[in-house]
């Protein structure tokens, strides 16, 4: 593997992403690869309901989410191995950011979980599914 691995989690569903993160470190591990753990938060701002936040509300929304990532990484995988790795907050659409990213990290495997998907998604959940179809590297699935 020559790229890093790159963990995406929903720091909101802290419970499940746990075994996503154990994955993800194991697999980079096995691989010697730099491990790289991302969430994506919405972007208010350019939708209608912007203008109802505070104009730092962006800010203060991913200060407190690198925050919350930090600490769900460093509990799950410990302290210490919690500092090699980075740590990023994405804004946007979850799965358009986790592909952009790859990209971006020229990440050989990208490691996201199957959360709870509505019957229309039966297999995988939406974001899940859709790094799957549109990923240019390998994407490992946990469940």
């Known amino acids: 593997m020559t790229g890093t691995v790159l963990c995406a989690i929903d720091i909101t569903d802290a419970d499940h992403d746990n075994v996503v993160i154990l994955a993800a470190k194991k697999l980079a591990d096995l691989e010697g690869a730099p491990l790289d753990v991302v969430t994506v938060v919405p972007d208010y701002g350019k939708s209608m309901v912007g203008s109802f936040f505070e104009s730092d509300h962006h800010d203060k929304l991913v200060a407190s989410s690198k925050k919350k990532l930090n600490e769900l990484v460093g509990a799950t995988i410990g302290k ?28 050989s495997l990208i490691v996201i979980g199957a959360h709870k998907p509505d ?7 939406p974001n899940a599914a859709r790094v799957v179809r549109h990923s240019n590297c390998s994407v490992y699935v946990v469940r």
Request: aromatic share 8%.
């Open 80 to 107: 210490e191995a919690n500092e090699n790795v980075r740590h990023i907050v994405a804004t946007g659409t979850a799965y358009e950011e986790i592909i952009k990213l790859a990209e971006q990290t020229k990440s």
């Open 119 to 125: 019957f229309k998604d039966y297999l995988l959940g």
